[in-house]
Nanobody
Framework: QVQLVESGGGLVQPGGSLRLSCVAS????????IAWYRQAPGKQREFVAT????????TFAASVKGRFTASRDNVKNTVYLQLNSLKPEDTAVYYC????????WGQGTQVTVSS
């Protein structure tokens, strides 16, 4: 069955960096876009980035553009989200979303930015 598993979250100081990973299984990974979302306490889940299939540039939410980058490895069935210049307002649970009909979510990984 389709599975998406995130990892790489943690506690980091403002200005620091983290790399999140999303490993996919159960579908033809290279054929599908993968997206990252995040949800902060008491807030709605919000879009962060989309990593399209094929050789297409990822797109980012305005709040993270210029600080976050994304890439994918179709051999490892993995999408990466590099979080740089982190701010306290980036604190959230980060989720990846993908698969057929874009209908599947991972369990999330917690990112906490605090001094």
């Amino acid at each position: 069955q389709v599975q998406l598993v995130e990892s790489g979250g943690g506690l980091v100081q403002p200005g620091g960096s983290l790399r999140l990973s999303c490993v996919a299984s159960g579908f033809t990974f290279s054929s599908y876009s993968i997206a990252w979302y995040r949800q902060a306490p008491g807030k709605q889940r919000e879009f962060v980035a989309t990593i399209p299939s094929g050789d297409v540039t990822p797109t980012f939410a305005a709040s993270v553009k210029g600080r976050f980058t994304a890439s994918r490895d179709n051999v490892k069935n993995t999408v990466y989200l590099q979080l740089n210049s982190l701010k306290p307002e980036d604190t959230a649970v980060y989720y990846c979303r993908g698969g057929p009909a874009f209908d599947y979510w991972g369990q999330g990984t917690q990112v906490t930015v605090s001094s």
